[in-house]
């Protein structure tokens, strides 16, 4: 099913997310690493999900790096392929945006998003959601997270009928 190139290049994607995001941290009240939230979007698009698509793998593993590390456009293109660099872009916001307009803009490109990053931003809000169930920010009210949930479920509407499971 994978030849030696694929786990090549999600090794690789591996150590460039874990490179790229070293410094930061989750908002959990422990601090988090931040890496272990990019392998648990692919964790859980292969093990709850099935997905078995190497471009959805390691999109998922690289999916916050444009967003929040200096990771460029460039560097994703020449080290992971075309293919793999469109669906990272699909899922990074526009960061010169206000945030509610962001928030916005997520909702409504849910459903006219590519297979894949569809995929990645289910997983992501899974993720999410589990995060703040189990382990929320520690300056985050009960409402707060309530308005993410209702946010993430928003997002969701456009997302549904991508991955069944
Ligand atoms: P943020 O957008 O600030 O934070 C949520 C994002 O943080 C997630 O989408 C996730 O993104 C990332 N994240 C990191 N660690 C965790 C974790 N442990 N659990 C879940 N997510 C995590 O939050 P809001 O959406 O609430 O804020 C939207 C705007 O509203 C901001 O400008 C905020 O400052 C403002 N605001 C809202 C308040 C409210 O009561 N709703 C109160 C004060 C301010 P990723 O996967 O991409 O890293
Ligand atoms: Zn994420």
């Known amino acids: 099913m994978f ?7 999600f090794m690789v994607a ?10 930061q941290r989750r908002k959990d009240s422990d601090a988090s690493p931040y890496i272990n939230h990019p392998i648990e979007v692919a964790h859980t698009l292969w093990e709850i999900g099935g997905v078995r698509d190497i471009v959805t793998l390691v999109g998922a593993l690289l999916h916050d790096t444009l967003e929040d590390t200096d990771a460029t456009p460039e560097e994703i293109q020449t080290q992971f392929g075309a293919e793999v660099l469109a669906v ?3 899922v990074t916001d526009d960061k010169s945006l206000p945030k509610l307009e962001r928030k916005r803009l997520q909702i ?3 459903s006219h998003h590519s297979t894949r990053a569809k995929q990645i931003k289910l997983a992501d809000k899974i993720c999410n959601v589990y995060d ?3 382990s929320p920010p520690k300056d985050w009210s009960l409402k707060r997270c309530q308005e993410y949930l209702a946010w993430s ?4 509407a456009g997302l549904r009928g991508v991955n069944p499971a």
């Open 3 to 9: 030849n030696p190139d694929d786990i090549t290049l």
């Open 132 to 134: 703040l169930a189990h």
């Open 153 to 156: 479920e928003k997002v969701v």
């Open 108 to 110: 409504e490109h849910a």
């Open 88 to 90: 990272v872009q699909e």
């Open 14 to 23: 591996l150590k460039f997310a874990a490179t790229k995001h070293r410094q």
